[in-house]
């Protein structure tokens, strides 16, 4: 492999004036010289070593971002959202998966900070745990006194810009859809209980369900991780618990077409036996049978809006943005049925795609 040794001598020029040329530097060089140079990188093949030039240059040109899961649909499609502006302004994205491990999200954070990114991206949940918020805010200053900017999608303890979906609203959406369909008996297949995004939209939905006199006991809530599998398994016990279930309200799509699949083995008709409404309106939440009743957070923007506030010029006070939710009605709720495990087909469906803000 050449190195940059190897160019200078085929340009005929210094290895100080090679690495100007090829590094971008703002001291001047002759248009000849210059053409040498990116005439015997051509022909050398030669490919410049990425930290030399980071090192080289008073301007980061990459991002890092710290994500749960790259390969959930959520944060693929807020990931989309970062790409496009980062893309936009010539800039590399290095995306880490925490796997909502606190500790490797530490760790990501010290990591990002040595490679010296302009910009440092939180995009997944906050956690309930004091210590880990402490030595996070503690990784997170020291990175902003070397001159990094820091966003966090979700809700952090961090005092910062921040674009904040309005999970507590969507869980209030879903809860009064269920409630205005005549819903007493429903089950609450929740995330992780240590996440901020598993409180915020199950208080939005407890606060739907109070306003309508409906109880949401402990035992009809079932926590489990936010994936297809944990929707499924928490689907499960929560019928086992309570056979007269009338809906299931899933904290996420992923979630719901976990509960869908357990109820089709169960020979349960959907909704025409049990409601089910997800949230985050994935892609796949319109293509599933029925099509998913959810509430929509528009992902992608969320991840336009922290790449913007982190590249763009800062500002003395930090900046939140609250993206609002909606429900989205498909084919998976209808009316509480008129008696318990009523025959499918008896109750309507309810109106397909109208969103309500």
Do not use: W
Request: aromatic fraction near 4%; include cysteine.
């Amino acid at each position: 492999m050449a190195t940059l040794s190897d160019v200078a001598r085929r340009a005929g020029v210094s290895p100080a004036t090679a690495s100007r040329v090829i590094n971008g530097s703002s001291k001047p060089v002759t248009d000849e010289l210059r053409e040498r140079v990116l005439a015997a990188v051509a022909e050398l093949q030669y490919v410049p070593n990425a930290h030399a030039q980071l090192l080289a240059r008073s301007h980061r040109s990459a991002v890092g971002v710290i994500v749960h899961d790259v390969s959930d649909p959520y944060f693929a499609e807020i990931t989309r959202g970062l790409q496009r502006v980062a893309t936009d302004q010539g800039r590399l994205l290095m995306i880490c998966n925490s796997y909502r491990d606190p500790d490797r999200e530490l760790e990501y954070v010290e990591l990002l900070r040595g490679h010296q990114v302009a910009a440092l991206i939180l995009a997944g949940s906050g956690y309930h745990d004091e210590a880990f918020t402490r030595q996070l805010n503690e990784k997170l200053a020291a990175y902003e006194a070397t001159g990094g900017r820091v966003a966090v999608i979700g809700r952090h303890e961090h005092s910062g810009d921040a674009v904040m979906p309005d999970n507590r609203a969507g869980g209030y959406l879903a809860g009064r859809e269920l409630c205005g369909l005549g819903h007493r008996a429903i089950g609450v297949v929740a995330g992780p209980r240590i996440l901020t995004t598993t409180t915020d939209r199950l208080a939005g939905l407890r606060q739907a369900l109070t306003e309508q006199g409906r109880d949401l006991p402990e035992r009809r809530i079932r926590y489990a991780e936010f994936d297809r599998d944990g929707g499924a398994e928490a689907t499960a016990r929560l019928l086992d618990a309570d056979p007269e279930l009338t809906a299931i309200a899933a904290l996420n799509d992923s979630m719901a077409i976990g509960a869908l699949a357990t109820l089709r083995a169960r020979s349960l008709a959907v909704p025409q036996q049990v409601s089910v409404v997800g949230f985050d309106d994935m892609p796949i939440a319109r293509d599933v049978t029925p099509a998913l009743t959810t509430v929509r957070l528009p992902l992608v923007d969320m991840g336009v809006r922290a790449m913007s506030l982190v590249l763009g010029a800062g500002t003395p006070t930090p900046r939140v943005e609250v993206l609002p939710a909606e429900l989205v009605r498909r084919d998976t709720v209808g009316p509480v049925p008129l008696s318990p495990r009523a025959t499918a087909g008896s109750a309507p469906r309810a109106r397909r795609g109208d969103a309500v803000p």
